[in-house]
């Protein structure tokens, strides 16, 4: 367990090093996250730090909300603040909650050019002839 700790803070640490002196517009932890998912999908490294990695996983995720505290506290600290800009703040969350799934729909879209279209057409006759064996309608 205390490997796959090393290893997720030396990815974060690792990618906080590399937006510094890079200067790409991207927030360190979101370059480590990359360079784990790269080290991995490495056929040689790949097996040797899965393991220890989803030992450490698993209970980080089974306690993610408690992440949301700060935040929480946050905005409890500054009340004020959203109840001033509570709309706008809103409408900038939901507008880029939606741009950000089209944009991923978009690149799913593009990076899997065998998936079948979404149109009515693309699928298929649509009648009693169709229905599954166990659909309650037949």
């Given at each position: 367990m205390?490997?796959?700790?090393?290893?997720?803070?030396l990815?974060?640490?690792?990618?906080?090093?590399?937006?510094?002196?890079?200067?790409?517009?991207?927030?360190?932890?979101?370059?480590?996250l990359?360079?784990?998912?790269?080290?991995?999908?490495?056929?040689?490294?790949?097996?040797?730090?899965?393991?220890?990695?989803?030992?450490v996983?698993?209970?980080?995720?089974?306690?993610?909300?408690l992440?949301f505290?700060?935040?929480?506290?946050?905005?409890?600290?500054?009340?004020?603040?959203?109840?001033?800009?509570g709309?706008?703040?809103?409408?900038?969350?939901?507008?880029?909650t939606?741009?950000?799934?089209?944009?991923?729909?978009l690149a799913?879209?593009?990076?899997?050019?065998?998936?079948?279209?979404?149109?009515p057409?693309?699928?298929?006759?649509a009648g009693?002839?169709?229905?599954?064996?166990?659909?309650?309608a037949r």
């Open positions: 205390l490997r796959g700790l090393a290893v997720l803070l990815c974060q640490s690792a990618g906080e090093v590399l937006a510094r002196l890079t200067g790409l517009p991207l927030p360190g932890p979101v370059l480590g990359l360079l784990l998912w790269g080290a991995l999908s490495l056929p040689m490294l790949g097996p040797w730090l899965r393991t220890p990695v989803a030992a996983a698993e209970p980080l995720l089974s306690h993610l909300s992440l505290v700060p935040v929480g506290v946050g905005v409890v600290a500054h009340l004020g603040l959203v109840g001033e800009f709309g706008r703040m809103l409408a900038a969350v939901v507008l880029s939606w741009i950000g799934m089209a944009v991923a729909a799913l879209r593009a990076g899997l050019p065998g998936l079948p279209g979404l149109s057409a693309a699928a298929g006759p009693p002839d169709t229905a599954s064996p166990t659909d309650p």
